[in-house]
């Protein structure tokens, strides 16, 4: 068996509903450590992060139950959140995200994936 790694660095634009940002691949086991928010509106903005497990090997569905973040973040504020400890395991586990505006908060996602093919 053989073990790699590669950086999980992914910027998102976020949108104003649920949607999966990060999808984990077969073989694979997504670590988050940290997080930065970012809001380029002129006002503050609800936002909402999610580590949603497969359902039944489907991307599964954002729920009160799996959020790990709710917060506003106020206009043009950068909200950096380190030392995360989250895993996702399985294909199809997702890190799903939202703002109450779309195309205004930007989502960098920090960590690690190791391939354990």
């Not at 506003?72 to 995200?97: H, K, V």
């Amino acid at each position: 068996m053989a073990t790699g790694f590669q950086q999980l660095n992914s910027t998102i634009l976020l949108t104003a509903a649920a949607a999966a940002h990060f999808t984990n691949a077969a073989d694979n086991t997504a670590h988050l450590t940290g997080m930065i928010l970012h809001n380029t509106h002129s006002a503050g903005l609800l936002v909402y992060v999610y580590i949603v497990p497969n359902n039944g090997g489907s991307v599964g569905t954002a729920a009160a139950g799996n959020q790990i973040f709710r917060r506003t973040i106020d206009a043009y504020e950068t909200f950096p959140i380190n030392d995360l400890t989250f895993y996702l395991t399985s294909e199809n586990d997702t890190i799903q995200a939202y703002a109450a505006t779309a195309s205004k908060v930007t989502l960098y996602l920090e960590g690690y994936i190791e391939d354990t093919s």
